[in-house]
């Protein structure tokens, strides 16, 4: 959980919360978002843009055989003080729908769930609704819990575009670089692990010739996402070393984690934004934001990816294990301002904002609540 916006970086997952934390809050009566603190002491209550915040410091004792519930433990506890509340939206860890001294339950999924444990058969019966991020989530969870199919609803994560009306912070972050007007740059956002496909990126740049390679900025680090075992640790994991050893004859600038104020300025220096997961994404944030800054992606045809980022419209969908196509996306793209702009300008059009996501989210919360 960050406790600064002017110097925390947030995953996906977070923001994602945060944000309909921060929209939700104008629609119902009161909103306190919990999440795991990754500092010591765990933070008591306190404010950040409008939303109120707990974080819960896990316990140092809780694993029961292969699961680590010390976070839901910690939680529990402090439910357990905690005066009851109307509705307790969690997002998506099924456990969390343990937690006592709540009149309705909701579980939002980002992520696919996958088949059903005997313990989370059980959970799901606590949840009055089942919120997913993408239609491809919402069918994967109705295939694998099929009596669950009249409970779920699609809503999906917002944006704001507003954050991206100021195109100087791009500006400035290019000429912090050593960047030229003309240099061609793709920026890569998120998580620096396998899955985020960010080696094939660089297996895609690295045999252009030294003249066409365009500058790659990344944005992320190992740890972005905190977990019980990250917590507290601010150090590299072994596979961003390897990327940084691999990209080293690229035009390459890593910036590591990113706070959330000076994400806009990262976006807004992309001719393109470079997703390539290589596995089924339940929407990928970073493609929403790219919409809201006006810039076409290059994005891997994975799991709900396709709904958003429309192919050939605001951006170009590629095989996920084909570096070759890739290339050919970015070297097309890249070479092409039009075609860059004009992409650009319909993402834009087509974003999803957080005032759209509020009132579908305010709606069920509602229904659910009747």
């Not at 506890?77 to 109307?86: K, L």
């Not at 006592?100 to 579980?107: D, G, T, V």
């Amino acid at each position: 959980m960050p406790r600064t916006f002017a110097r925390d970086s947030v995953s996906g997952l977070v923001g994602s919360a945060l944000g309909f934390a921060r929209a939700g809050a104008g629609t119902v009566h009161s909103v306190e978002l919990w999440g795991l603190a990754d500092r010591a002491p765990a933070f008591d209550r306190y404010a950040l843009d409008g939303v109120h915040l707990r974080g819960i410091r896990p316990w140092r004792l809780g694993r029961v055989g292969p699961l680590d519930l010390r976070y839901q433990l910690a939680a529990g506890a402090t439910t357990m003080a905690a005066s009851p509340c109307t509705l307790l939206h969690v997002h998506a860890l099924p456990t969390l729908l343990l937690l006592p001294k709540a009149r309705r339950r909701i579980l939002h999924l980002h992520m696919a769930l996958g088949p059903a444990s005997p313990l989370e058969v059980r959970l799901l019966r606590r949840a009055d609704a089942v919120v997913c991020a993408s239609e491809y989530l919402a069918a994967s969870f109705a295939a694998h819990h099929p009596r669950y199919r009249g409970v779920v609803r699609v809503i999906r994560n917002g944006a704001d575009p507003e954050r991206y009306a100021d195109a100087e912070r791009g500006v400035a972050l290019r000429r912090r670089l050593g960047l030229r007007a003309d240099d061609r740059v793709i920026v890569f956002a998120g998580q620096i692990a396998p899955e985020k496909g960010i080696d094939r990126l660089i297996a895609a740049l690295a045999p252009l010739p030294v003249a066409q390679r365009p500058h790659l900025v990344i944005a992320g680090s190992g740890t972005l996402w905190h977990s019980l075992r990250s917590v507290g640790s601010g150090a590299m994991s072994a596979f961003e070393r390897e990327m940084r050893e691999r990209s080293a004859c690229l035009p390459v600038h890593w910036l590591g984690k990113v706070a959330v104020n000076d994400m806009p300025g990262v976006l807004l220096a992309a001719d393109v934004v470079c997703c390539p997961s290589v596995v089924q994404e339940g929407l990928a944030t970073i493609n929403l934001e790219a919409a809201a800054a006006g810039k076409p992606v290059i994005a891997s045809r994975v799991g709900g990816i396709p709904e958003i980022v429309d192919d050939e419209t605001t951006g170009i969908l590629v095989p996920s294990d084909d570096t070759a196509s890739l290339a050919r996306a970015l070297t097309r793209l890249l070479g092409d301002t039009d075609l860059c702009r004009r992409m650009g300008a319909a993402a834009r059009r087509s974003v999803h904002t957080w005032d759209q996501a509020a009132k579908e989210m305010a709606a069920l919360y509602a229904q659910v609540a009747r």
